[in-house]
């Protein structure tokens, strides 16, 4: 499987604004988080997944979503491909990174919040969890 994003759309008005993703299915969802980098720290990276697949949505801000392939676990070249995809709260996506990737979260504005939604039960986490140093892939300017 190879990430994607899943369109959604906004509709607003007098009332207000609504935000949707109605193609994007909850079937798999086991447990989500709602991600706020410090402003000291806007780049949390890298977390490589190689059974939980994550799905990102900007709740408010903005952020930059890079993802690499892993070749190898143990030692992944420093060479592969990183990927960015921009979110913002009013652009409304989902952004699909499937198991056997490793992401970098980079939040571009204060107080940006993503949330992350993920397909591995938390009590498989600790076999499933592989982090590398914040450098270890340069990333997309």
Known sequence: MIPKI???????DHRG???YVNDFSFKDI???????????NP????QGHK?????????????????VKVDNWEN?????????????HTDSKMVHIPAGYANAIESLESNSKLISFST?????VSEDDVRYESGYWRLNE
Do not use: M
């Open 6 to 12: 899943i369109q959604g759309g906004n509709f607003s």
């Open 17 to 19: 604004t609504i935000s």
């Open 30 to 40: 086991e447990r989500f988080y709602i991600i706020s980098n410090s402003d000291e």
């Open 43 to 46: 780049i949390r990276a890298w």
């Open 51 to 67: 059974l939980d697949a994550k799905n990102f949505y900007c709740l408010s801000g903005s952020f930059k979503i890079h993802f």
């Open 76 to 88: 992944p070249s420093k060479d592969l491909i990183v990927e960015t995809v921009l979110v913002s």
């Open 120 to 124: 591995l039960p938390l009590s498989n």
